[in-house]
């Protein structure tokens, strides 16, 4: 009786091993007749749908999609467009790297001939290019019958080069030009057979709309000629700090802390957007959501709102300012006619990355980001918040307003500020100062509360007397801070700890008197 059991067992499994042999051989068998109707996925095969979902989006819009014969299909003009922006990044690729590598797959015979002796005289001469694309305007021109010829004129293609010899930047070049590009349809891919440059066109950073005249401490600047002279604070919630929009958040305790800063007569906060959390290019709604929250209560409480953006970014290299671009225009477009935002902070301390990154490439990506931002969003005002007032004369002739940090000795702030204001001659706000209330074992020349509110008293003295912008650091005392912020060590973490007006417990200290004058 067993044996027989087994046999059954025994055949059961063979019966059950032999359909699903068939069903692989078949699914293989159909793999490969789509493969070879279709031809080779050149995506696949050198990983670019990665790449460009990683590092490469520039704005593209058709500015016309008509054909006087074939009709365009949108699935088509879908096709063509990503072939056409992957014919870029290989070629982006190629000339960084002076490699092959993905040419034969984007571009006919004639045209990668062109761009092999390209690669091959650079790679002679020891020459490398990065470059990165950040807008193109296609305009259709032709559509075959048969459907396997297109031709487009791209205008206005924004072009940003780096060009190095023997590793040592020779020449920065940033162009703006149009093309005319032929594409022929090939192995189920579309490839580009013809793409000459034409003449140059006008700047996209300089069609950008004028803004509407504004004053701040009495000057000139833009927006509804209001005089608003900032009485601030930078803002996180007490348990949450450095991640107001994590899971922590709750929109009835940034109320009561909102109505704690309104009625310490202050006008308004500034709070972080950190890159990677809010999803980098491809934005988290409920991220959107919970900011949206914080400005219609910003609103509600009367406070204007200057918004940080890339908290915590530092990768400036070309490839990725394309990403970027995309998270910022959905942030600033859809926010743009908020009316609690004062200000968009362009990034937090930048210059602290000039050594690591490349001052040039740190200023090169903050200028080009002063236009993204400014072209979707015409309604507010642009900033950067450097460390320190040495620093904030970068781009000064770019932003509407200049915005530093004070973390040094009272007896030097007047100068600092009075040479700063002389040298770019525009608004000056002093956006982050403040010292922390410890003075124990890990630090014991430090400060006391009693200490911290006498440096509180004098500042609001100066602040006053020369009629100043201000946002002090920090509303709390942090129970946590993150170890990215301050470092792991306990005499760098506790001393970041103490900034606050108020104890981690919500407690006033006694700074909490000279929170504004």
Known sequence: MSIINNRSVYRTILIVSFILLNLLLLLGINKTLIFLNTGAERIS???????????????????????????????????????????????????????????????????????????????????????????????????????????????????????????????????????????????????????????????????????????????????????????????????????????????????????????????????????????????????????????????SKNLAVIVTLFDFYSDYTLENWTLTHRHAEKIVSTFKNHKAILAWDLKNEPNLDFENRDKDNVLNWLNHMVAVIKKFDPNHLVTIGWSNAYEATHLANKVDFVSYHFYNAIEDFEKENTTLEKAVKKPVVIQEFGVPSYNGIWNLRGYSEADQAQYHKKMQALFKKNKLAFMSWTLYDFPQVPSQVAGKWPWQKIRQKKFGFLDSKGNKKPSFLYITY
């Open 45 to 299: 095969m050198l990983h670019l749908e990665k790449e460009t979902i990683n590092t490469y989006l520039p704005k593209t819009i058709w500015e016309t999609v008509t054909n006087v014969g074939r009709a365009m299909e949108a699935n088509t003009l879908k096709e063509v467009e990503k072939d056409y922006l992957f014919s870029w990044v290989v070629k982006n690729k190629s000339f960084k790297d002076n490699t092959k590598e993905g040419i034969e797959d984007y571009y006919t015979q004639n045209t990668r001939a062109n761009l092999y002796n390209t690669i091959n005289y650079n790679k002679k001469n020891k020459i490398t290019i990065e470059s990165t694309t950040l807008e193109h305007h296609p305009t259709l021109e032709f559509y075959s019958a048969d459907g396997q010829l297109v031709v487009f004129t791209d205008k206005n293609v924004v072009e940003f080069q780096k060009i190095y010899q023997q590793d040592k930047l020779i020449t920065t070049v940033e162009d703006t030009a149009t093309y005319k590009v032929m594409m022929l349809l090939e192995d189920g891919f579309w490839r580009v057979r013809h793409m000459q440059k034409m003449e140059k066109e006008t700047l996209a950073a300089d069609t950008i709309k004028s803004h509407p005249t504004y004053t701040i401490q009495g000057k000139n600047m833009l927006k509804d000629k209001v005089n608003y002279t900032i009485k601030g604070i930078n803002y996180y919630p007490k348990n949450s700090a450095w991640d107001t929009f994590g899971p922590l958040f709750n929109i009835d305790t940034i109320a009561k802390d909102f109505d704690i800063i309104k009625k310490a007569k202050l006008n308004s906060i500034r709070i972080f957007i950190q890159y990677d959390d809010f999803g980098k290019a491809d934005l988290k709604q409920e991220k959107l959501d919970k900011l949206k929250k914080i400005l219609d209560l910003a609103e």
